[in-house]
């Protein structure tokens, strides 16, 4: 009930394409969802996050969205770049409290084709 | 302001030695969480601590791994006797307090075992 699934494992797309990743979880609970961006030799950088009372967030060209019902969240990039190529994680989690910790998905890696 | 500090940035060891892994958190962060990342998997949790407290440190191994954030210094990972499965990144992130979800991650340290 602690998982969070991501898919797919890896994701090529060309220059200018949307890039999505699915992400599934099962404990309802979880009210924070955030994404992190993870370059080679790097370590993971908070992109994006949502919160589960709204259906949509959107930062320039990335947007998560949200269906509660269905326990899922995908992360849509548009106009993709070359630059975008990174190793991507979905994560859940509770409001801060002390027993709490996120949860991450194995992540997705993303290749754009210049 | 600095971000989350690691070192060593790579690390080797032969079999049966020890391996310490340090994480100096950003300014005004007083918690410290570690993480583990094996090849084509996400980040798995391992320990949460606070200033000379381990809060939660049920994602780390009973034998050989301890971990400590003193008073004073940097938060330490210590690994004894290693062993070649514990060869991995191992990422450190801090958050300001009880906000689980505002964590900053450092650049990792990647540890080869031979």
């Known amino acids: 009930q602690q998982q969070v699934k991501q898919s797919p494992q890896s994701l090529i797309v060309q220059k200018g394409g949307i890039s999505i990743i699915n992400c599934a979880y099962e404990n309802t609970a979880f009210d924070y969802f955030p994404w992190y961006q993870q370059f080679p030799g790097k370590g993971p950088a908070l992109l994006i996050a949502i919160r589960p009372d709204v259906s949509e967030k959107k930062e320039g060209r990335f947007t998560i969205s949200f269906n509660k019902s269905a326990k899922q969240f995908s992360l849509h990039i548009m106009d993709s770049q070359p630059g975008d190529s990174a190793t991507y994680f979905c994560a859940a989690s509770r409001k801060g409290n002390r027993d709490d910790k996120i949860i991450f998905g194995k992540g997705t890696r993303l290749h754009i084709l210049p | 302001n600095a971000g989350v500090m690691q070192n060593p940035r790579h690390l080797v060891r032969r079999r049966g030695q020890e391996a310490r892994l340090r994480c100096s958190p950003m300014?005004?962060?007083?918690?410290v969480y570690w993480y583990r990342q094996l090849p084509e998997e996400g980040l798995k949790f391992m320990v949460y601590l606070q200033k000379e407290n381990i809060i939660d440190e049920s994602g780390m191994p009973k034998e050989r791994f301890s971990a400590e954030f003193p008073k004073e210094g940097p938060s330490i990972l210590r690994i004894q006797q290693v062993v070649r499965g514990d060869s991995a990144a191992y990422f450190c992130a801090s958050s300001p307090g009880w906000a689980v979800y505002e964590q900053y991650f450092g650049p990792g340290t990647r540890l080869t075992v031979t």
């Open positions: 300014k005004g962060h007083s918690h």
